[in-house]
């Protein structure tokens, strides 16, 4: 997707549009008097849709707000390996801005020569980056200067390498090489590689609940391992829970008889807080809920239930009551949390309970193009398609359709209680649920 934007003035012709959906505006005077080849180039005067023209006002107020994690500026392009890294290191992250013909401290200086610059912006983009990557040019005068503004998205085939072999990243203004953790999360977000499917060492098929697994393989398939006639080596591995002589983490989470020996990390700490503030030193109960997801699964909501209050709703007075928050949308949140987690941060799954409040914190950020908003409208990515397959299978209650969220706002709201807050904090790569008590 390539668009460039030509300056006439006041007026913004777009003479290439690809890709992208347009609205016809009515033409201004002074096209009426263009020369037909150029006539001929433009076929509608467009404008993106769902996205305005940067005027020189708005860019002063970016330009004035500085530097940060999405906006970087430039005084010129020297190199097309220097542009890579900074395309990339965008790319590789949450998309961002260049805005070339401005220094460091926010002088405008301008561009001299725009037909070199866009020449440079094309190679890089198409060239210098593995995968090549769409970015956008916006062409804008101000104070009588010609300013570009690059834009990169946020890259869907990650990760992103420039000139054949560095792999950027931004943090904060600055950006840095990926390490290798976070390369491995850059595959994971374009569905190169997923954590649940890595073999874990230090395993092996003796790490295995075996009364569990024979269970579980009764009722989901009909039958004993004996009349499978198959060994069970060649069960787990047709089953994607070892690879090799190793389990995998999926086999490890959903069948291994104590994971946390090997991953400590990935277990789930409760504490139910006195006051609203996670600073406090009083608690009122602390657990470090381990074992199988299951086992993690029915101790979170058991500890959730032993510090959470019964109300009564216009029921009988002598109904046991409710859960001051609807048990579903809890069990979705927690479930959630389990599945869709990223494990390739070594951190735990975190239940906070405050006087006024319920967090749920899971490691990492959303996946890939998902966002808050549009997980609201059901759009899911699986980020561990083999924990997803089995979750349901294992009595743990998972629809696996993308409703969950909806389901948590409208438990809510049927049971007259504030709307839960998703937050998204890609700084501390995590993914927060607040229910309000």
Same mark, same amino acid.
């Given at each position: 997707?390539?668009?460039?934007?030509?300056? =006439?003035?006041?007026?913004?012709?777009?003479?290439?549009?690809?890709?992208?959906?347009?609205?016809?505006? %009515?033409?201004?005077?002074?096209?009426?008097?263009?020369?037909?080849?150029?006539?001929?180039?433009?076929?509608?005067?467009?404008?993106?849709?769902?996205?305005?023209?940067?005027?020189?006002?708005?860019?002063?107020?970016?330009?004035?707000?500085?530097? $940060?994690?999405?906006?970087?500026?430039?005084?010129?392009? $020297?190199?097309?390996?220097?542009?890579?890294?900074?395309?990339?290191?965008?790319?590789?992250?949450?998309?961002?801005? *260049?805005? +070339?013909?401005?220094?460091?401290?926010? @002088?405008?200086?301008?561009? !001299?020569? +725009?037909?070199?610059?866009?020449?440079?912006?094309?190679?890089?983009?198409?060239?210098?980056?593995?995968?090549? *990557?769409?970015?956008?040019? @916006?062409?804008?005068?101000?104070?009588?200067?010609?300013?570009?503004?690059?834009?990169?998205?946020?890259?869907?085939?990650?990760?992103?390498?420039?000139?054949?072999?560095?792999?950027?990243?931004?943090?904060?203004? /600055?950006?840095?090489?990926?390490?290798?953790?976070?390369?491995?999360?850059?595959?994971?977000?374009?569905?190169?590689?997923?954590? /649940?499917? #890595?073999?874990?060492?230090?395993?092996?098929?003796? /790490?295995?609940? #075996?009364?569990?697994?024979? %269970?579980?393989?009764?009722? %989901?398939?009909?039958?004993?391992?004996?009349?499978?006639?198959?060994?069970?080596?060649?069960?787990?591995?047709?089953?994607?829970? *070892?690879?090799? !002589?190793?389990?995998?983490?999926?086999?490890?989470?959903?069948?291994?008889? &104590?994971?946390?020996?090997?991953?400590?990390? =990935?277990?789930?700490?409760?504490?139910?807080?006195?006051?609203? /503030?996670?600073?406090?030193?009083?608690?009122?109960? &602390?657990?470090?809920?381990?074992?199988?997801?299951?086992?993690?699964?029915?101790?979170?909501?058991?500890?959730?239930?032993?510090?959470?209050?019964?109300?009564?709703?216009?029921?009988?007075?002598?109904?046991?009551?409710?859960?001051?928050?609807?048990?579903?949308?809890?069990? %979705?949140?927690?479930?959630?949390?389990?599945?869709?987690?990223?494990?390739?941060?070594?951190?735990?799954?975190? +239940?906070? +309970?405050? $006087? !006024?409040?319920?967090?749920?914190?899971?490691?990492?950020?959303?996946?890939?193009?998902?966002?808050?908003?549009?997980?609201?409208?059901?759009?899911?990515?699986?980020?561990?398609?083999?924990?997803?397959?089995?979750?349901?299978?294992?009595?743990?209650?998972?629809?696996?359709?993308?409703?969950?969220?909806?389901? #948590?706002?409208?438990?809510?709201?049927?049971?007259?209680?504030?709307?839960?807050?998703?937050? @998204?904090?890609?700084?501390?790569? @995590? =993914?927060?649920?607040? =229910?309000?008590?």
């Amino acid at each position: 997707m390539s668009l460039r934007y030509y300056v =006439f003035s006041r007026t913004r012709v777009m003479l290439s549009l690809v890709g992208l959906q347009f609205e016809p505006m %009515e033409p201004s005077p002074w096209l009426l008097r263009l020369t037909p080849d150029i006539k001929q180039k433009i076929p509608k005067i467009a404008k993106p849709i769902g996205s305005g023209i940067m005027d020189c006002r708005k860019l002063l107020q970016i330009i004035k707000k500085g530097e $940060d994690s999405k906006t970087q500026f430039k005084v010129k392009i $020297d190199s097309v390996n220097g542009l890579a890294a900074e395309i990339g290191a965008f790319a590789n992250t949450e998309g961002g801005r *260049i805005i +070339i013909g401005v220094s460091d401290n926010g @002088e405008i200086v301008g561009i !001299d020569d +725009i037909n070199t610059l866009n020449q440079m912006i094309s190679h890089t983009a198409s060239s210098k980056l593995e995968p090549p *990557i769409n970015v956008i040019t @916006e062409n804008v005068i101000c104070d009588d200067k010609l300013l570009v503004i690059l834009t990169v998205p946020r890259g869907e085939n990650k990760p992103y390498a420039a000139n054949k072999t560095d792999y950027w990243v931004k943090v904060g203004a /600055d950006k840095r090489r990926a390490t290798r953790e976070e390369l491995r999360r850059l595959m994971q977000a374009s569905g190169s590689v997923y954590a /649940d499917e #890595m073999s874990i060492p230090a395993t092996s098929i003796d /790490d295995i609940d #075996m009364f569990f697994f024979k %269970e579980f393989y009764a009722t %989901e398939y009909g039958l004993t391992l004996e009349e499978s006639h198959l060994s069970v080596e060649t069960l787990l591995a047709n089953l994607k829970l *070892i690879k090799g !002589d190793n389990l995998t983490l999926s086999g490890l989470l959903l069948f291994g008889k &104590s994971p946390e020996r090997v991953k400590p990390q =990935f277990i789930i700490k409760a504490v139910a807080f006195c006051g609203t /503030d996670v600073s406090t030193k009083q608690y009122l109960d &602390s657990e470090n809920i381990e074992g199988k997801l299951l086992t993690q699964y029915e101790n979170a909501m058991g500890f959730l239930k032993r510090n959470l209050r019964k109300v009564q709703r216009e029921q009988n007075v002598n109904f046991p009551g409710l859960w001051e928050v609807p048990q579903i949308a809890l069990q %979705e949140a927690v479930v959630n949390a389990l599945v869709h987690r990223d494990y390739f941060i070594d951190s735990s799954i975190r +239940i906070f +309970i405050f $006087d !006024d409040r319920i967090e749920i914190i899971s490691p990492g950020k959303l996946p890939n193009t998902v966002t808050v908003n549009n997980i609201k409208q059901g759009i899911q990515i699986a980020r561990n398609p083999i924990l997803l397959s089995y979750i349901p299978k294992l009595r743990i209650p998972y629809r696996g359709i993308g409703s969950g969220i909806k389901r #948590m706002i409208a438990e809510c709201k049927t049971a007259g209680i504030r709307e839960p807050n998703f937050i @998204e904090d890609v700084n501390l790569q @995590e =993914f927060k649920v607040i =229910f309000y008590r």
